[in-house]
């Protein structure tokens, strides 16, 4: 092993948490090295989610990165719900005095992180391979790696782990110590990527009575549009035909045909982890928890999530303050748990489980119903949506 490295902040992972709590610790003049185990243009080029809470895309803009966001993101003042071949708007303006959200994608969040983080001459290692973090419950963490096929140590006075759902940082925590909580649904996602300009400008969420189905977009030429599957359905089934057919007939003809770019399916799952913290191990983002996308809450729970770990991070390292960083998981899984809520419950309003009675169906959709025609159930919709605000 080579000499060692040495780091105020370890983190593991190059996705929007770990970039991000790297940026803002450096706006903190504190110093961090982000180990990924992935190279930089697959990062940059991994299509995941794209809806831009208000309280993230101003953090984004306060911390310096976003001004491709403003300029090229798509603010949407609306969504709509679609049901019984009906489109419904939700003003989320109007229901959230003036809150919006922003249509920008993950990958685009991703790139602009990278971007500032090696412009400020930022420590990023792509491709980084075994990635092992040692020693957490000490004062003295280290994270073990192998760059180049040379081993490597980085000794660390705090790990952040950042490595989404498959990482290591969560399994690195002793069994016992950490509680699960855990649901999956009957049903999966399969989602196109399509040329092709969205049939409308802002997202439609749809419950038909074959199942789920949404259209959203990353700009006005490019649709991205999703459908309720099995979960465990193999894409081989689906034709590019079958797709625009069974899309067409869920969101009421609004979905524009186009060469599709991209199509996959993705499971759906609720997940929460506490403690998200271990001695001197920080999780965040998608390695503490992941949502179904139904509610639009993964990359917003992430940029939560760091944002308060930095904040913690930054009031022990340069005043000596622990107070935030012993509250860091219980603050942040108050904020994650209401997003949790969210996104169950706009999970359950919008597919077929499969196992409803007739009363199970009616109910539900009397539940849209009551909502749509409700503006006190709508405000709750919307404020959720455009986010809920962040605690201190
Ligand atoms: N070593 C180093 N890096 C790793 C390792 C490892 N052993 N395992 C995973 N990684 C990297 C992944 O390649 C990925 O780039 O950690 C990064 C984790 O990024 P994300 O999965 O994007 O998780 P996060 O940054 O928390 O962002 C959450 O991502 O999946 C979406 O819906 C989710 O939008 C949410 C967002
Ligand atoms: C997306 O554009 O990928 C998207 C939008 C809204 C969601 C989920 C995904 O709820």
Request: a negative charge; charged letters at 25%; proline letters at 4%.
């Amino acid at each position: 092993m080579t000499a060692a490295l040495r780091t105020q902040v370890g983190i593991v992972g190059a996705g929007p948490s770990g970039l991000l709590l790297s940026h803002l610790l450096h706006l903190e003049g504190i110093e961090s090295v982000v180990l990924e185990d992935r190279t930089r243009s697959y990062v940059e080029e991994r299509i995941r989610a794209g809806v831009i809470e208000h309280g993230a895309a101003a953090l984004l803009e306060d911390a310096g990165v976003g001004a491709r966001l403003r300029r090229e993101g798509l603010r949407h003042t609306g969504v709509n719900l679609h049901f019984h071949g009906v489109n419904h708007r939700i003003d989320l303006v109007d229901l959230t005095d003036g809150k919006a959200v922003t249509v920008y994608g993950q990958h685009e969040v991703v790139k602009d992180l990278i971007a500032a983080r090696l412009a400020a001459g930022g420590d990023v290692r792509f491709d980084v391979k075994g990635v092992a973090i040692h020693d957490f419950k000490g004062t003295a963490p280290e994270l073990h790696f192998v760059e180049q096929g040379q081993p490597k140590k980085l000794v660390c006075d705090f790990v952040a782990g950042c490595d989404g759902f498959h990482g290591i940082s969560r399994p690195t925590v002793p069994a016992g110590e950490l509680r699960f909580f855990d649901r999956q649904y009957p049903f999966g996602w399969l989602g196109i990527l399509a040329k092709a300009p969205p049939a409308c400008d802002e997202l439609i969420y749809a419950r038909h009575a074959d199942g789920f189905a949404l259209l959203s977009m990353r700009s006005p030429e490019i649709s991205r549009l999703y459908l309720q599957c099995e979960p465990d359905d193999d894409i081989a089934n689906w034709s590019d035909a079958r797709i625009w057919a069974e899309l067409k007939r869920r969101l009421g003809g609004l979905a524009t045909e186009g060469p599709m770019l991209q199509k996959g399916i993705t499971a759906m799952r609720s997940f929460v982890t506490e403690p998200m913290q271990s001695g001197r191990l920080f999780l965040a983002g998608d390695a503490a928890h992941i949502v179904p996308p139904t509610g639009a809450k993964g990359m917003n729970l992430a940029i939560g999530d760091v944002r308060l770990l930095a904040r913690a991070l930054e009031a022990q390292i340069k005043r000596g303050d622990g107070t935030k960083l012993d509250t860091y998981s219980t603050t942040a899984l108050r904020r994650i748990w209401k997003a949790q809520r969210f996104s169950w419950w706009m999970t359950s309003l919008l597919h077929k489980f499969g196992d409803e009675t007739p009363f199970d169906e009616r109910r539900q959709f009397a539940d849209l119903e009551y909502l749509v025609s409700s503006r006190a159930a709508l405000a709750s919709l919307a404020e959720n949506y455009v986010g809920l605000p962040y605690d201190d």
